[in-house]
């Protein structure tokens, strides 16, 4: 019995790579501009957040400091 279900495991897993490489066939792919502008959208907006945190951060830390003495 272990060796039919090492085998069904086998074939069950094979089916499951044949399955993953037909969907990846059907992802549309960016190309290489797409990937770089929405790159740079990404950075841009990490960058505008981070220093939004960072300013409200600074700021809370001195109204604790304030606060607490």
Partial sequence: ???RDQMDKIR???TFLGEVRSELKKVHWPARKETYAATGVVLVIVGV????LG???LILAHFVKAVLG
């Avoid at 957040?49 to 939004?52: E, I, K, M, P």
């Fill in 1 to 3: 019995m272990a060796l």
């Fill in 12 to 14: 069950n897993a094979i």
């Fill in 55 to 57: 300013l409200i951060d």
């Fill in 49 to 52: 957040v981070a220093l939004y």
